[in-house]
């Protein structure tokens, strides 16, 4: 599956963003969707992942209670809400998918996932 990350931004501590990322090719039925990012000189980072069939989300714990993942079957898009925003927030953000069984736990290792969307730059200054 092709994805397309929507651009990135710039944002203060405490300001919220979303990102999302279409599917084109296919639609995400049958597909674990997740984020990562990859911070300036630290290897890439699960941020959060979903289940299309069953709905079932993961989160990093770094980001628990601040962002959410979710999908919109309509649109073939999966987002991500990022709210609470910290600096040490700040990294390039990749979506990613996979295909899985819709009792699938999560996957959070890079090497899972098959197709890789293009990074989108979130900066948060403080």
């Known amino acids: 599956v092709q994805l397309q990350a929507s651009v990135g931004g710039l944002v203060q501590a405490g300001g919220s963003l979303r990102l999302s990322c279409a599917a084109s090719?296919?639609?995400?039925?049958?597909?674990?969707v997740a984020w990562f990012r990859q911070a300036p000189g630290k290897e890439r980072e699960f941020v959060a992942s979903?289940?299309?069939?069953?709905?079932?989300?993961y989160y990093a714990n770094s980001v628990q209670g601040r962002f959410t993942i979710s999908r919109s079957g309509a649109k073939n898009t999966v987002y991500l809400q990022m709210n609470s925003l910290k600096p040490e927030d700040t990294a390039v953000y990749y979506c990613?998918?996979?295909?899985?069984?819709?009792?699938?736990?999560?996957?959070?290792?890079?090497?899972?996932?098959?197709?890789w969307g293009q990074g989108t730059l979130v900066t948060v200054s403080s």
């Open positions: 090719g296919r639609t995400f039925s049958g597909v674990t």
């Open positions: 990613a998918a996979r295909i899985t069984a819709s009792y699938s736990g999560g996957y959070f290792e890079t090497d899972a996932y098959a197709d």
């Open positions: 979903i289940n299309w069939s069953s709905g079932r989300t």
